[in-house]
Nanobody, 115 residues
């Protein structure tokens, strides 16, 4: 059974930092493309960042220069380092694993940026 378990969310002040983690089980992690998406209240889920099985990264324009995605294929974990957080980054953040037609999602972790 495939599981993606996110952690690291919470409440942070504007300008602060958080690191999200997503640990996968039930898949051959190293061959999957991994990603982080987010969904704010009343909005559609949107891409934040992806990292391919070969390590190539891609970012939404709104987070470029502030967020960094990385992966550890030994720990089966993908990370999202978020710096210079803004109130508009407030959302539920979801981890995603993709291989061809196989899509898996985590349960999400709440990130709230507020003073």
């Amino acid at each position: 059974q495939v599981q993606l378990v996110e952690s690291g969310g919470g409440l942070v002040q504007p300008g602060g930092s958080l690191r999200l983690s997503c640990t996968a089980s039930g898949i051959t992690f190293r061959i999957y493309d991994m990603g982080w998406y987010r969904q704010a209240p009343g909005k559609q889920r949107e891409l934040v960042a992806t990292i391919g099985s070969g390590g190539i990264t891609n970012y939404a324009e709104s987070v470029k220069g502030r967020f960094t995605i990385s992966r550890d294929n030994v720990k089966n974990t993908v990370y999202l380092q978020m710096n210079s957080l803004r109130p508009e980054d407030t959302a539920v953040y979801y981890c995603n694993a993709v291989l061809l037609s196989h899509y898996y999602w985590g349960q999400g972790t709440q990130v709230t940026v507020s003073s």
